[in-house]
């Protein structure tokens, strides 16, 4: 797949991924923003997280509802703090970890100023 392909797939492959996770979800308020972030981290990890961090919430202009991206801290077996970034978007539950491997956030984060 040529580059330029590939970055058009980025492009619209969330706004395809929010239809298909919240069909005709209302936008949320931004105050109630925060809560839905930690509510996709908590659906993608499994498990309760330490803490997280985001650094950057804001609507966005080209998909239907808020972006955030931050770092998120979950505890591994109980004898560390293993952090991560993350990228997410609201309505949806769609959450990006680097994890994912690929660039994935790297690309999000560049695409959307994190």
């Given at each position: 797949?040529?580059?330029?392909?590939?970055?058009k797939l980025f492009t619209i492959?969330?706004?395809?991924?929010?239809?298909?996770?919240?069909?005709?979800?209302?936008?949320?308020?931004?105050?109630?923003?925060p809560a839905r972030v930690d509510?996709?981290?908590?659906?993608?990890?499994?498990a309760e997280f330490a803490a997280?961090?985001?650094?950057?919430?804001?609507?966005?202009?080209?998909?239907?509802?808020?972006?955030?991206?931050?770092?998120?801290?979950?505890?591994?077996?109980?004898?560390?703090?293993?952090?991560?970034?993350?990228?997410?978007?609201?309505?949806?539950?769609?959450?990006?970890?680097?994890?994912?491997?690929?660039?994935?956030?790297?690309?999000?984060?560049?695409?959307?100023?994190?």
């Amino acid at each position: 797949m040529a580059g330029e392909d590939r970055m058009k797939l980025f492009t619209i492959a969330p706004a395809f991924l929010i239809l298909a996770a919240a069909p005709g979800e209302p936008l949320p308020e931004q105050r109630d923003v925060p809560a839905r972030v930690d509510t996709a981290l908590s659906h993608r990890l499994g498990a309760e997280f330490a803490a997280v961090k985001a650094e950057k919430i804001e609507q966005s202009g080209d998909l239907p509802g808020f972006v955030a991206c931050g770092q998120v801290s979950e505890n591994d077996q109980g004898t560390a703090l293993k952090t991560e970034r993350f990228f997410v978007v609201v309505p949806g539950n769609f959450a990006i970890l680097d994890r994912d491997g690929g660039g994935l956030v790297d690309l999000y984060w560049k695409r959307y100023g994190c």
